[in-house]
């Protein structure tokens, strides 16, 4: 079993910035990508970015240039810089990881419980 939990989310002014940071912990063998999506109230829930294990990330349009993906292997953690931000940019964020639990199990997608992002004046 994998745990994701995230954190860094809250309350910015537009223009603002925030790093939403997402640790996973457990039985982890091997990570295939790991990646962040949002889901606004009354709306499905979209790709933000993911990065994969050989570092090529892939960014949605609407946070190209704004948003930057990373990750510390070391910490078993991604992150999410978030600059310049919008008050469309207000859903709640979502960390999942693509990840192999032993050499025996097969990839498994697993997600985090969120984190709010609000951005408003």
């Known amino acids: 079993q994998v745990q994701l939990v995230e954190s860094g989310g809250g309350l910015v002014q537009p223009g603002g910035s925030l790093r939403l940071s997402c640790v996973a912990s457990?039985?982890?063998?091997?990570?295939?990508?790991m990646g962040w999506y949002r889901q606004a109230p009354g709306k499905q829930r979209e790709l933000v970015a993911v990065?994969?294990?050989?570092?090529?990330?892939t960014y949605a349009d609407f946070v190209k240039g704004r948003f930057t993906i990373s990750r510390d292997n070391a910490k078993n953690t991604v992150y999410l810089q978030m600059n310049g931000l919008k008050s469309e940019d207000t859903a709640v964020y979502y960390c999942n990881a693509d990840v192999q639990a032993t050499l025996f199990t097969t990839r498994y997608v697993y997600w985090g419980q969120g984190t709010q992002v609000t951005v408003s004046s």
């Open positions: 990065i994969t294990r050989d570092d090529s990330t």
């Open positions: 457990g039985r982890i063998f091997r990570f295939f990508a």
